[in-house]
C-alpha cells in the first residue's frame, strides 16, 4: 500500500489507460476468416491436381470472387471473409510449380528436371524424391539457395499487401513450418502481424523439425521488432507429441522456461479442420455425448495407422496444464482456439450442402468422395469442410485482429458463422442480459474468453454466454459450459448445459438434456429449421466450484442436427449415405477458455495429497517385479482412490490381462474408469506386464506405469500420468 502512495500519477494513469482499454473492448466486432490455405506454392497441393492457382486466387476467392476448382468447374464463396493468411508449406515452396514453368529461371536449373511432370517422372515420383529429402534431413542445396526461397517469399509477401485492404479485408503474410518426424505431425502456422518487418525468409522444417527451434527463430524475431504468432494444428494426428506432459521434443523434462516459450509463441491451437477436430476424444471423454464429432486418427502417410489419443487433444491439455500448474508451478497450455481448413486446392469448402473436397483431384467429384479411397493414410470418406476462426476486433486490420489472436479473444466453429461470446467474472447479475448494452456490463466487471479471473475470496465465479445462429444454417440446440479441474494429481471434467431451446428439461437422475430431435431427411438430404433457436445467452454461476482447485470453462454451442456432406453428395447420386461415417452433423462453435487459479491462501486450506516424495521419507519401499508379481497375478486387488473415495475391484489374470469388475459394489461408469488404478478409456480390460518394478497397462497405445510401495503395513500405489502423487491404496488382495 505504500507504493500506491508513492505513485498516485503512475495509478491515475493505470486507471485512464483501462478505462480507455475498455471503453475500445466494448466496441469489439466479430470477423471471421481463414487461418490455414494451402495453393499450388504447396508441394503436395501440386502433386495432388492443384497447379494453377496461387495466392493471389486465394484471397480472391475468400473476397468473394468466382475461382477455378483444380477439376477446373468454377467455385465460389457465399458469405466473403473477413480476414485470411495463405500458409503454404515452407519446405521446398513454389519449386516444383516454378520448375514446370518454361518462364522461370528454376526451370533452367538442373535439378528442375526432376521436378518436371512428366510421362516417366510422374507427380508421385517427384513427391518421393522431395519427401525423402525432408524426413532425411539432407535438404536439396539448389532448392534451399537462400536467393530462391527469398525471391518466392517476397513474392508472398507482395501478394499479401496487394490484397489487404484495412477496414474492408485483412490479409496476412504467413506460411506453415511443417514437422513431421516419423509421420507424426507437429505442423504449425506462422502469422506476422506486420509485413514490412518479415524476415528474408521463413524458418522452415529442413533446419530444425523441433517446434523448441522454431520458438527460439520467433523470439530472435520478436527481439528485432517483428511481432509474430504460431498456431498449431491436427493434434489429433500428432501421435500424442503435440501436447506433452513429461518432456519436449528433444528429450529435456519440461520446466518453466519451456512452458513460457511455448505460450509467448503459440498462443492458439486449430480445434477443427478438414482432417479432423482436436476438441477430445470418446475414449478420453466418455461421458461426452457429443465427443463423436470428425475424429478422425491416423499416421500422414502410413495407410491403415492408429495415433495415440493421449496427448493429442486440447481438452486433455488444458486438463494436464492445470495440473502441471498445480504441482510443479507452470501451464504450457492456457492456449485459445481456432477453426481453419487446410484445404489444398487454393478455394475453401466451408458449407456440407456445397462441398467440392480438400485435396485436389484426390476427392473432387462426389463419386470419389463417397469411394472411401484411402490416400496417405487418410480416409477421404471421413474428411470435412473448413472450420473458421472467429476474433473479437475493434476493427477489419492486421493489428487489431493479431492483437484478437495474442490475447486469445477468438474462438473456432466448425465452418457455420455461429456468432458466440463468453465472459467470466464474479459479480455478474443474473438480469445483465436484460440489457442492451451487456456486453459493456461484461467487459467492465469481468473478462472475455481467453482470461484469467483476477482472484477474489469467497466468491462463486459466473459466466455470461451468448449465440446467435448462423442466418444461412441450422438453428441452435444449445450452449454448453465445459469445466476441467484438478485435484491432487487428477484431472476431471465435466458439462453443464446452461441454455437451450424449447421446453425441454434436463433427466432428474442423470442431468443430462433431452436431445432436441432431427427434422432431417437423410435420403433426401434435407432439413427444416422448425426446432431449434435462433439466439441462446444465460447467466450461469458454477454449482460445483472448489476455491481450492485450478479450473477452466469453454463454452459449445451446439447447431440443431442437419445433414453431413456426404449426404448431401449421396443424394445427388441417388444412392443411401455410407454407413461408415454419421449421416448427421451438429455444427458447433467452441469459445476459448477462462482459467481460474487459487489463491494461495486457498490452496493452503485444501486438503494436501499424499505424494510419492512424501512416502518414500517415510520409508516407504517400491515393490520389485517379483514382489508385484506375487502380490497381484492371479488375484483381485481391492482398491480405493483416495481423492474421490471411490472403492473397485481389479482382477490381474495369469495370462497378462487385467479387468475392473467391480466399483462402489455395482459396475463402474465411463467416466469413473478413467480415475482408478488402470485407466481404460476403450473399456473395462486391457493388457497389462510388469517390468522395471512397475504394473504397465497400455491403452490406445500410451503407456501407464503404476508403482506399488510397501508403507508399513499397507500397500499405496502412485500412476504415472498423476505428477507424483500417489493416490491409490490397496485395501485388499483376494486369491
Not at 395 to 404: E, G
Not at 698 to 705: A, R, V, Y
Amino acid at each position: 500500500m505504500r507504493r500506491i502512495n508513492r505513485n498516485t500519477f503512475l495509478l491515475s494513469s493505470a486507471i485512464f489507460i483501462a478505462a480507455t482499454t475498455s471503453a475500445l473492448a466494448q466496441e469489439r466486432h466479430a470477423y471471421f476468416g481463414q487461418t490455414h490455405q494451402h495453393t499450388s506454392w504447396s508441394l503436395d497441393a501440386y502433386i495432388i491436381g492443384n497447379t494453377v492457382t496461387g495466392p493471389e486466387e486465394a484471397y480472391q476467392y475468400s473476397m468473394g470472387h468466382t475461382i477455378k476448382h483444380p477439376a477446373g468447374f468454377d467455385v465460389k464463396i457465399k458469405t466473403p471473409l473477413d480476414f485470411q493468411g495463405v500458409t503454404d508449406h515452407s519446405e521446398y515452396v513454389g519449386v516444383v510449380r516454378l520448375a514446370n514453368d518454361p518462364t522461370s529461371p528454376v526451370s533452367k536449373l538442373p535439378i528442375a528436371a526432376k521436378l518436371k511432370v512428366t510421362k516417366d517422372n510422374p507427380a508421385t515420383k517427384i513427391f518421393s524424391f522431395l519427401a525423402d529429402s525432408i524426413a532425411s534431413g539432407k535438404p536439396l542445396s539448389e532448392l534451399v539457395n537462400p536467393e530462391l526461397t527469398g525471391s518466392i517469399w517476397k513474392e508472398n509477401v507482395a501478394i499479401a499487401d496487394k490484397y489487404n485492404k484495412p477496414g474492408q479485408f485483412t490479409a496476412f503474410c504467413s506460411y506453415e513450418w511443417t514437422s513431421m518426424p516419423s509421420n507424426q505431425n507437429m505442423h504449425r502456422n506462422v502469422f506476422f502481424k506486420d509485413c514490412a518487418k518479415v524476415p528474408p525468409a521463413p524458418f522452415s522444417a529442413l533446419e530444425s523439425d523441433h517446434p523448441e527451434d522454431l520458438w527460439t527463430w520467433m523470439d530472435g524475431q520478436r527481439k528485432a521488432g517483428n511481432e509474430v504468432l504460431a498456431i498449431s494444428h491436427n493434434a489429433n494426428l500428432s501421435n500424442g507429441i503435440m501436447f506433452p506432459a513429461d518432456v519436449d521434443s528433444k528429450g529435456n523434462p519440461l520446466d518453466a522456461a519451456w512452458a513460457q516459450q511455448r505460450m509467448t509463441n503459440e498462443p492458439l491451437t486449430e480445434l477443427k479442420q478438414a482432417k479432423g477436430a482436436s476438441e477430445t476424444h470418446p475414449d478420453l471423454s466418455p461421458n461426452d455425448e457429443f465427443a463423436n464429432f470428425e475424429i478422425m486418427n491416423y499416421l500422414i502417410g502410413i495407410d491403415n495407422s492408429t495415433a495415440k489419443i493421449h496427448g493429442s487433444y486440447a481438452r486433455e491439455a488444458y486438463e494436464n496444464g492445470l495440473a502441471l500448474q498445480a504441482t510443479r508451478g507452470y501451464n504450457p497450455y492456457k492456449f485459445g482456439v481456432v477453426g481453419a481448413g487446410d484445404s489444398h486446392n487454393t478455394v475453401t469448402a466451408y458449407s456440407q450442402s456445397n462441398f467440392f473436397g480438400d485435396h485436389g483431384l484426390v476427392d473432387a467429384t462426389p463419386a470419389a468422395r463417397l469411394a472411401g479411397t484411402v490416400a496417405s493414410g487418410m480416409n477421404v470418406l471421413q474428411t470435412g469442410t473448413s472450420g473458421l476462426t472467429v476474433v473479437w476486433a475493434e476493427q477489419n486490420t492486421r493489428d487489431s485482429i493479431f492483437n484478437a489472436m495474442q490475447r486469445k479473444e477468438v474462438y473456432a466453429t466448425s465452418g457455420v458463422r455461429i456468432q458466440a461470446r463468453m465472459f467470466g467474472g464474479w459479480d455478474y447479475d443474473r438480469g445483465v442480459l436484460a440489457n442492451a448494452d451487456w456486453a459493456k456490463t461484461a467487459y467492465t466487471s469481468g473478462v472475455p474468453m481467453g482470461g484469467d479471473l483476477p482472484a477474489a475470496d469467497d466468491k462463486v465465479p459466473s459466466f455470461i454466454v451468448s449465440a446467435v445462429k448462423d442466418p444461412d444454417d441450422g438453428n441452435l440446440d444449445r450452449i454448453q459450459i465445459v469445466k476441467g479441474w484438478t485435484k491432487q494429481g487428477q484431472i476431471f471434467e465435466k458439462i453443464f448445459d446452461v441454455a437451450w431451446a424449447g421446453n425441454r428439461q434436463p433427466d432428474p437422475v442423470t442431468g443430462k438434456l433431452p436431445p432436441i430431435g432431427s427434422t432431417v431427411d437423410i435420403t433426401k438430404a434435407t432439413y427444416t429449421n422448425d426446432i431449434g433457436a435462433v439466439e441462446l445467452k444465460a447467466v450461469w454461476a458454477d454449482p460445483e466450484f472448489d476455491p481450492s482447485l485450478h479450473a477452466f470453462y469453454y463454452s459449445r454451442v451446439l447447431q440443431i442436427p442437419t445433414p453431413r456432406w456426404s449426404t448431401y453428395d449421396a443424394a445427388k447420386l441417388g444412392i443411401l449415405p455410407p454407413s461408415s461415417v454419421a449421416a448427421t452433423v451438429q455444427e458447433r462453435a467452441w469459445t476459448s477458455p477462462i482459467w481460474y487459479t487459487p489463491t494461495p491462501a486457498a490452496v493452503a486450506k485444501a486438503e494436501r495429497g499424499l505424494t510419492v516424495e512424501d512416502l518414500t521419507k517415510a520409508g516407504a519401499v517400491a515393490l520389485t517385479d517379483d514382489e508385484l508379481k506375487k502380490l497381484v497375478v492371479g488375484k483381485t486387488a481391492k482398491v480405493r482412490n483416495r481423492v474421490t473415495d471411490k472403492s473397485f475391484d481389479v482382477l490381474f489374470g495369469e495370462h497378462g490381462q487385467r479387468v475392473i469388475t467391480e466399483l462402489n459394489g455395482g459396475a463402474p461408469s465411463a467416466d469413473d474408469v478413467l480415475q482408478i488404478m488402470h485407466p481404460s478409456t476403450s473399456g473395462s480390460t486391457a493388457d497389462y506386464a510388469i517390468k522395471n518394478g512397475h504394473i504397465i497397462t497400455t491403452i490406445d497405445g500410451s503407456p501407464f506405469e503404476l508403482t506399488v510401495y510397501k508403507s508399513g503395513d499397507k500397500y499405496v500405489a502412485s500412476r504415472s500420468n498423476e505428477f507424483g502423487y500417489a493416490n491409490y491404496e490397496i485395501q485388499a488382495v483376494i486369491q
